[in-house]
T-cell receptor, first 115, second 108 residues
Framework: SAVISQKPSRDICQRGTSLTIQCQVDSQVTMMFWYRQQPGQSLTLIATANQGSEATYESGFVIDKFPISRPNLTFSTLTVSNMSPEDSSIYLC????????????FGPGTRLTVL | QKEVEQNSGPLSVPEGAIASLNCTYSDRVSQSFFWYRQYSGKSPELIMSIYSNGDKEDGRFTAQLNKASQYVSLLIRDSQPSDSATYLCAVSEGDMRFGAGTRLTVKP
């Protein structure tokens, strides 16, 4: 398994500002992902963070709004830009464990509230 | 559109009973199947993975996979109040797709 930490755990932000969320994995992983989860809803994949290249975004998510960095095999950041109250959500980082079993593990999440 | 369907519940069972959670998926080429448990306010925790047809048991948990019927289930024996959570089914054939989750309540 992989142990994943995220910072910050929660934040309250003003409309129009940006927040960068950090994700650190305790071992090298090939694939890292960013999800969003609204209260009572399932997980929505925002993008796959690729090491050494641009992130791959899912339909409905764009790089200008959610820029992602992946400078090495253990670290990634997600920025939520020009925030609005609709961006209030839990943002989750996950990583694919180094095995043949496609097991994905999640960080503790970042609870974002935009006023 | 590749779909993973779960009964949203809520599913309520008495303590000590068997809880049965079901999931169907639409993509026949899916190779890996997972169950995650998510407590309120926490992130999903992987509790079971299954890759071949049949049953896989781990403690009080049994995952069942039927690829012909495109169906995967999770049985929780001797349910405890601490099992009360939302259970997410996930299916992977490269990229992972999650169901909406089934909320389980185990009543003492």
């Amino acid at each position: 398994s992989a142990v994943i930490s995220q910072k910050p755990s929660r934040d309250i932000c003003q409309r129009g500002t940006s927040l960068t969320i950090q994700c650190q994995v305790d071992s090298q992983v090939t694939m890292m992902f960013w999800y969003r989860q609204q209260p009572g809803q399932s997980l929505t994949l925002i993008a796959t963070a690729n090491q050494g290249s641009e992130a791959t975004y899912e339909s409905g998510f764009v790089i200008d709004k959610f820029p992602i960095s992946r400078p090495n095999l253990t670290f990634s950041t997600l920025t939520v830009s020009n925030m609005s109250p609709e961006d209030s959500s839990i943002y989750l980082c996950s990583a694919l464990a180094q095995s043949n079993y496609n097991e994905q593990f999640f960080g503790p999440g970042t609870r974002l509230t935009v006023l | 559109q590749k779909e993973v369907e779960q009964n949203s519940g809520p599913l309520s069972v008495p303590e000590g009973a068997i809880a049965s959670l079901n999931c169907t998926y639409s993509d026949r080429v899916s190779q890996s199947f997972f169950w995650y448990r998510q407590y309120s306010g926490k992130s999903p925790e992987l509790i079971m993975s299954i890759y071949s047809n049949g049953d896989k048991e781990d403690g009080r948990f049994t995952a069942q996979l039927n690829k012909a019927s495109q169906y995967v289930s999770l049985l929780i024996r001797d349910s405890q109040p601490s099992d009360s959570a939302t259970y997410l089914c996930a299916v992977s054939e490269g990229d992972m797709r999650f169901g909406a989750g089934t909320r389980l309540t185990v009543k003492p």
